[in-house]
């Protein structure tokens, strides 16, 4: 069974402090894909990035940033000196080879000015 | 390219009425999905559409049907709407190349009474 962890429910921090929201994912497939999106308080849902289960490199984005460990079947976010815009829930997501998405329950981040 | 589009935006039905949600997407993509959240949660699996003419079960398909009109259509109905049954609905669509992304619609909030 696959299964998706935020054990984070929520956060709150203070504008311009670095922090990282953890994700980790239960499979038994061997091509899988991870994705993190944002969904702010308008609702919508946003892309923020897909990772392959075959691609551990790490990825930078602005003040995005990614940690993909296999080893421990992580898939941790983190965002450096974050703002008030990026308050919102985020929900990290597992897809395997069947098509069969499964999204964590989210965590809230609230950056307080 | 309007990306996914869902109608209605919002809808009040009374228990045991029935109901079609309508997803179109323009993307040319084979996947379609079918998700509801339900307040504070994440997102869960309703049905999904690996390909035209092809739909499989998610998490909680129980009260819904699917139909995956053409490559473009995938619409989500409520046969007998149930008060359980109130949520926000959102279509997704997504392609097959790996570094596709999933593109969600604004969703649809759907109240029973």
């Known amino acids: 069974a696959q299964k998706v962890t935020q054990a984070q429910t929520e956060i709150s921090v203070v504008e311009k402090e670095d922090v990282t929201l953890d994700c980790v994912y239960e499979?038994?497939?061997?091509?899988?894909?991870l994705f993190w999106y944002k969904q702010p308080p308008s609702g919508e849902l946003v892309f923020l990035i897909r990772?392959?289960?075959?691609?551990?490199q790490n990825e930078i984005s602005g003040r995005y940033s990614w940690n993909f460990q296999k080893s421990t079947s992580s898939f941790n976010f983190t965002i450096t000196a974050s703002q008030v815009v990026d308050s919102a829930v985020y929900f990290c997501?597992?897809?395997?080879?069947?098509?069969?998405?499964?999204f964590g329950p989210g965590t809230r981040l609230s950056v307080l000015p | 390219n309007a990306g996914v589009t869902q109608t209605p935006k919002f809808q009040v039905l009374k228990t045991g009425q029935s109901m079609t949600l309508q997803c179109a997407q323009d993307?040319?993509?084979?996947?379609m999905y079918w998700y509801r959240q339900d307040p504070g949660m994440g997102l869960r699996l309703i049905y999904y559409?690996?390909?035209?003419?092809?739909?499989d079960k998610g998490e909680v398909p129980n009260g819904y049907n699917v139909s995956r009109l053409n490559k473009r259509e995938f619409s989500l109905r409520l046969e007998s709407a149930a008060p359980s049954q109130t949520s926000v609905y959102f279509c997704?669509?997504?392609?097959?190349?790996?570094?596709?992304?999933?593109?969600f619609g604004p969703g649809t909030r759907l109240l029973v009474l």
């Open positions: 997501a597992l897809l395997n080879y069947g098509q069969n998405f499964v």
């Open positions: 499979t038994r497939d061997t091509t899988y894909y």
């Open positions: 990772r392959n289960s075959f691609d551990e």
């Open positions: 993307m040319n993509h084979n996947s």
């Open positions: 559409s690996a390909s035209e003419g092809t739909t």
């Open positions: 997704a669509s997504m392609g097959l190349d790996y570094q596709e992304t999933q593109y």
